[in-house]
């Protein structure tokens, strides 16, 4: 690619949504080409309704890197140390799941915020594998047998099963709150404390009126409604 300088710190970033539902970002980090998990981070999209990916890219990098300026300053003052900074140092390259219309929405959000680090989006075959990757303007072939080829292979693997991960997990969520709250006297409250109390849904089926009635805000009565209706 002809950086200037070797990407030791390399962030990728993938969209996640089903339908448009809980459309999610995440931002994974590898460090001399290696995962580096502890400075992954995941983003619920809040801005973007529906499906869109091209804006849910642009809110998370515009997200990632305003808190990354914001600490970046704070260091610089004084006022924060560089091991509690959880959106700095910046890295050495980007790369956005998606082809050049990504790369494209992705520098929008670059010039905006004065943030000149060199951008490529990685692209995929029709079966959904690594094909190469690309610029705004044109796709620069990888020989698939090369180190840097499976490097960016891996890269883009974990981005987006970090994403996939995200989203189902919060799906899963949204199904039981949803179905929780179909049952007559269960309202926001006790919803919470009984899967605070039980930890998932499932051992909220599994469990006898007395176990649920045991649970802080039920009684004897909204117990016998979850019973009955599992």
Known sequence: LSLKRMPFRIEAYDISNT????????????????PSNSDYRK???KSVSGSNDYESMKE???RRFMRG????????????????AKFYPFPDLILVDGGKGHVSCAREVLDELGVTIPLYG?????????????????????????SAFKLLAHIQDEAHRVAISY???????????SEL???????????KNLLKHFKSLERIKNASVEELAQV????????????NYF
């Open 69 to 84: 300026k914001k600490e970046q300053e704070q260091i610089e003052q004084g006022e924060l140390c560089e091991e509690e």
């Open 216 to 227: 802080e805000g039920m009684n004897y009565r909204c117990a016998e409604n979850v019973y």
């Open 181 to 191: 709250e179909t049952i007559e006297g269960i309202g926001v409250k006790r919803r």
């Open 167 to 177: 989203h189902r997990s919060l799906r899963g969520k949204k199904f039981t709150r």
């Open 60 to 62: 998370v990098l515009f």
């Open 43 to 45: 983003f619920k999209i």
């Open 122 to 146: 990685m692209v995929k075959d029709d079966s959904h594998r690594t094909r190469g990757i690309t610029t705004e303007s044109e796709e620069i072939e990888i020989d698939i047998r090369s």
């Open 19 to 34: 339908g448009g539902m809980e459309s999610v970002g995440s931002m994974i980090v590898f460090n001399n080409g290696k």
